[in-house]
C-alpha cells in the first residue's frame, strides 16, 4: 500500500488501519483536535527530545549542530575525518582505491564486532593490511585538488555569522573556503582542538566526537530511541599502532548529514575491470576523479577523462597545460540542464571531444601500463596510446543508514527534512549554503516542540499527501521563512529573513557571464551544437530557475 494513503486512512479512520501502519504513525501523528482543520495533524513526540546526534561535520552539519546547541539540546557530532569541513578538507593523502565495479550500495563499513564496546590495537601489516590504508579507509580523504576553486560564486557559497571579507573574490580557492568552514566550525567551538571555557559544564560530554565513523543507525523500538553504533580510530604515530575503538550511543533523535558523496561511481563498461588492474610501477593507469590533486605530473602524457560534467571540465583545465594530448569521452546527456552546458563549455580548446566508450580490448599484461591498449567507441574509432584515463563519473550518496538508500533522501521526507515515517529522524535536504541554516533551524524548533511539522499538501484531485520537497525553484524559501516565522510568533524564537534578492540575481548573472565567455565550438561532433541560454528566462524574479546545484 503507497504510504500517503496509510497517513490519509489513519487520519480518518483511525481505528481500521493495520497494526503495522499504526505503529508507524501512531506515536508521531495523532488525528486533528476538535475545531482543527483535517489537513493540519498535530504531532507528537514519544518523549521530550533531549539528546540528539548529528552525522557528519560538513557545512550541512555544523549550522545543525549550531542551531541545535542554540535550543540547549545536548548534543553529540560526529565524523570520520579528523577535523570538520566536510568535503571542504584538502588533503596530500589520497582516499582509498575505489572498486572495479561498484560495490552494491550499503556495502560500505567495516563488519560490526559481536560484542561493544571492544577496543584494539592494528600493527603495520595485521591481517595485509597497513596502517596507512586503515586510516584512509577511515576518515576518506576528500575529492578535491590543488588548484581547485568553487564553481558556486560566494554570495551563494558562504555560511551564515563568519561573512567573507570584502577582499575575497566571488570565485573562491579551495584553501579559502576550507578556512570558511573552519571559521564557522570554531565560532560555534567545534573544532576539534577547541577551547570554549564559557560554554563548557563540567560534567557535559564533549560536543564533538572526529575520527569517528557512524557504522550504523538503528531504532530501538522499546525505548523509542536511535543506537549509534561508533567507530573511533587512533594513529599513535609514535608507537606506530593505530587503536580502534567501537562503542553505542543512544539518542532521541538524530540530524544526517553525511554528505551527498559516500562512494565513487565508475561506469560498467565491457573490459574495464580488466584495465583497472594494470599499473605502470605503483601508479594505476586507470582511477576515479576523487584521487586527483596535482597537474605537474601529466607533463607529456595522453590523458583520456571519462564524464562531461564538472569534475571533467576542471580537471581537464587543470591538466591542459600540461599534457601531451587531451581526450574527453562524452555520452550527450540526457537532459541538457544549464549547469551540464556550463561544464561542456568549459573544455579548454585543446580537448579531443570523442563519444561514449564501447568497450576495452584485454590487456596482455598489467604491468605496463594502458598505452599499447586499444579502447573501442561506440562509433566504431578505436582510440590507443593513452598513459591514463581518468574516470571524472560522479558519485553515488551515502547507504542512508538506517534505510540503505542511494538516494540522498527516503522518498517520503518532509520539505524540513525530517522523515515523514518518523520525524525523530531527519536528512540535510541539498542547497547546503543557502537553505542549510532555514532548514538546521527547523530542525531543532520542531525537536525542541517550538514548531509544528507542516500540514498535508493538497492534490489538484482534491486529495492530501505529505508535504513534500521541491528543493528547485525558490519556492522552498517563502516555504521555510513563512513557517519558521509563524512558529516563532506562536512558540517564540528569533524570526528569519529571506536571503537578499542580489544573491539570487548574482548567481543568474554570474552563470550567464561564465557561459558567454565559453566556447562550445568543440561539441558540433558529437550534436551538442544546439547550446542556448533558454533555459535562463525567467517569469517571476522569485522564481527564476536557479543555476544552485542541489548537492551544494
Ligand atoms: C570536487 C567537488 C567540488 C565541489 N565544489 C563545490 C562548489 O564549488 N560549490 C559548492 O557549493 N559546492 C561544491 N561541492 C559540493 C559540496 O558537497 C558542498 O559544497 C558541501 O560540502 C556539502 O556540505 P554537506 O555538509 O552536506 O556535506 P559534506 O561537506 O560532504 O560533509 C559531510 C561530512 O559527513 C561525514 N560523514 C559521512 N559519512 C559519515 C559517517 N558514516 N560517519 C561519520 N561521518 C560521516 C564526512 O566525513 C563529511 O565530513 C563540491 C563537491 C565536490 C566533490
Ligand atoms: N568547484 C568545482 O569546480 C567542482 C569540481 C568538481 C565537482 N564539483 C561538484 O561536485 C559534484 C559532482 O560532480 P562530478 O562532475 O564529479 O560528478 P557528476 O556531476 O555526477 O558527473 C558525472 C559525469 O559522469 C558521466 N558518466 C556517468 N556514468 C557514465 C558512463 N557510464 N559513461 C560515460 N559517462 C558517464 C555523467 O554523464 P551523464 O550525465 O550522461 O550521466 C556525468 O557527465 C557536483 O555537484 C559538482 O558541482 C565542483
Ligand atoms: C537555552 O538555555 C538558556 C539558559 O538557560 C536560556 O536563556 C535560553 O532561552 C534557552 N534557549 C531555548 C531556545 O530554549
Ligand atoms: C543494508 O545493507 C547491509 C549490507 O548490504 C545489510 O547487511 C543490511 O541488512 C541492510 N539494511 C537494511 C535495513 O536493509
Ligand atoms: C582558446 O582559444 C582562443 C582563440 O584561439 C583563445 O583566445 C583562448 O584563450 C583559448 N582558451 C584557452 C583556455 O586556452
Ligand atoms: C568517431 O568519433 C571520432 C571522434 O569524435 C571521430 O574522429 C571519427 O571520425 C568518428 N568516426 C565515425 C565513423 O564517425
Ligand atoms: C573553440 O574551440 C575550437 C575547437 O577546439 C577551436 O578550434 C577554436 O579555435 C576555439 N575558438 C575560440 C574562439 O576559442
Same mark, same amino acid.
Given at each position: 500500500m503507497a504510504w500517503h494513503k496509510v497517513f490519509i486512512a489513519f487520519l480518518v479512520f483511525?481505528?481500521? /488501519?493495520s497494526s503495522q501502519s499504526q505503529n508507524q504513525f501512531q506515536t508521531v501523528f495523532k488525528s486533528p483536535a476538535? !475545531?482543527?482543520? *483535517?489537513?493540519e495533524p498535530t504531532f507528537q513526540f514519544h518523549h521530550p527530545i533531549k539528546r540528539a546526534a548529528v552525522v557528519g561535520a560538513g557545512p550541512s552539519g555544523l549550522q545543525a549542530t549550531a542551531w541545535l546547541l542554540e535550543h540547549n539540546f545536548t548534543v553529540r557530532l560526529f565524523d570520520?575525518? #579528523? +577535523? #570538520?569541513g566536510g568535503n571542504w578538507q584538502y588533503s596530500e593523502e589520497r582516499p582509498v582505491r575505489e572498486s572495479y565495479p561498484d560495490r552494491p550500495p550499503g556495502d560500505y563499513y567495516a563488519a560490526i564486532p559481536p560484542q561493544i564496546p571492544t577496543s584494539r590495537y592494528y600493527n603495520e601489516g595485521?591481517?595485509?593490511?597497513t596502517l596507512d590504508f586503515r586510516w584512509r579507509e577511515h576518515w576518506r580523504p576528500r575529492p /578535491?585538488?590543488? %588548484?581547485l576553486f568553487t564553481n558556486s560564486p560566494k554570495v551563494s557559497t558562504e555560511l551564515p555569522d563568519v561573512p567573507y571579507g570584502? *577582499?575575497? #573574490?566571488? /570565485?573562491?580557492?579551495r584553501d579559502t573556503i576550507q578556512r570558511h568552514v573552519r571559521s564557522y566550525a570554531s565560532h560555534h567551538c567545534l573544532n576539534s582542538n577547541d577551547y570554549c571555557p564559557s560554554k563548557a559544564t563540567p560534567s557535559a560530554p564533549p560536543v564533538t566526537s572526529y575520527s569517528?565513523?557512524?557504522e550504523r543507525v538503528e531504532k530501538d523500538e522499546e525505548s523509542h530511541t536511535w543506537v549509534l553504533t561508533l567507530r573511533r580510530l587512533e594513529w599513535l604515530r609514535e608507537s606506530n599502532r593505530i587503536l580502534e575503538e567501537w562503542w553505542t550511543e543512544t539518542f532521541d533523535a538524530v540530524f544526517l548529514a553525511? !554528505? #551527498?558523496?559516500a562512494s565513487t561511481h565508475v561506469p560498467n563498461i565491457a573490459g574495464l575491470v580488466d584495465w583497472?588492474? &594494470?599499473?605502470?610501477g605503483e601508479h594505476y593507469s586507470a582511477y576515479h576523479s576523487h584521487t586527483y590533486r596535482h597537474p *605537474?605530473?601529466?607533463?607529456g602524457k595522453s590523458v583520456l577523462i571519462v564524464g562531461s560534467s564538472v569534475s571533467a571540465s576542471e580537471i581537464a583545465r587543470d591538466i591542459s597545460p600540461y599534457t601531451d594530448r587531451l581526450i574527453a569521452s562524452v555520452r550527450p546527456p540526457k537532459e541538457l540542464t544549464i549547469r551540464r552546458k556550463l561544464s561542456l563549455s568549459r573544455f579548454p580548446n585543446a580537448t579531443e571531444i570523442v563519444p561514449e566508450i564501447a568497450f576495452f580490448e584485454p590487456l596482455k599484461? +598489467?604491468? %605496463? !601500463? =594502458?598505452? %599499447?591498449g586499444k579502447i573501442y567507441l561506440i562509433n566504431g574509432t578505436v582510440l590507443q596510446g593513452i598513459d591514463e584515463i581518468i574516470f571524472a563519473t560522479g558519485y553515488r550518496s551515502s547507504p542512508?543508514?538506517? +534505510? $540503505?538508500?542511494?538516494?540522498?533522501?527516503? &522518498?517520503?521526507?518532509l520539505w524540513t527534512g525530517h522523515? &515523514?515515517?518518523?520525524?525523530t529522524i531527519a536528512y540535510s535536504v541539498g542547497r547546503t549554503w543557502t537553505l542549510g541554516r532555514y532548514q538546521a533551524y527547523g530542525i531543532a524548533k520542531v525537536w525542541a516542540g517550538k514548531a509544528q511539522l507542516p500540514p498535508l499538501d493538497q492534490t489538484e484531485d482534491g486529495e492530501t499527501k505529505p508535504p513534500s520537497m *521541491?528543493?528547485?525553484?525558490?519556492d522552498i524559501f517563502r516555504r521555510y521563512i513563512t513557517w519558521l516565522n509563524d512558529a516563532s510568533l506562536k512558540y517564540g524564537g528569533r524570526f528569519v529573513e529571506a536571503p537578499p534578492i542580489e544573491n539570487l540575481e548574482a548567481l543568474k548573472y554570474y552563470s550567464v557571464v561564465h557561459f558567454l565567455t565559453a $566556447?562550445?565550438? &568543440?561539441l558540433e561532433d558529437i550534436g551538442?551544437?544546439? =547550446?542556448?541560454?533558454?533555459?535562463?528566462? $525567467?517569469?517571476d524574479p522569485w522564481n527564476a530557475l536557479v543555476d544552485e546545484d542541489d548537492d551544494w
Open positions: 483511525p481505528i481500521s /488501519v476538535k !475545531g482543527q482543520s *483535517e489537513t570520520r575525518a #579528523p +577535523h #570538520p595485521d591481517d595485509g593490511l /578535491v585538488w590543488y %588548484n570584502p *577582499e575575497v #573574490p566571488w /570565485v573562491l580557492d569517528t565513523r557512524v553525511p !554528505g #551527498p558523496w583497472s588492474k &594494470a599499473k605502470v *605537474e605530473r601529466y607533463a599484461t +598489467h604491468t %605496463n !601500463g =594502458i598505452r %599499447n542512508l543508514y538506517p +534505510h $540503505n538508500l542511494t538516494t540522498r533522501t527516503p &522518498a517520503d521526507t522523515w &515523514a515515517q518518523d520525524p *521541491e528543493w528547485f525553484g525558490e $566556447n562550445i565550438t &568543440a551538442l551544437s544546439s =547550446i542556448s541560454m533558454g533555459s535562463l528566462k $525567467n517569469k
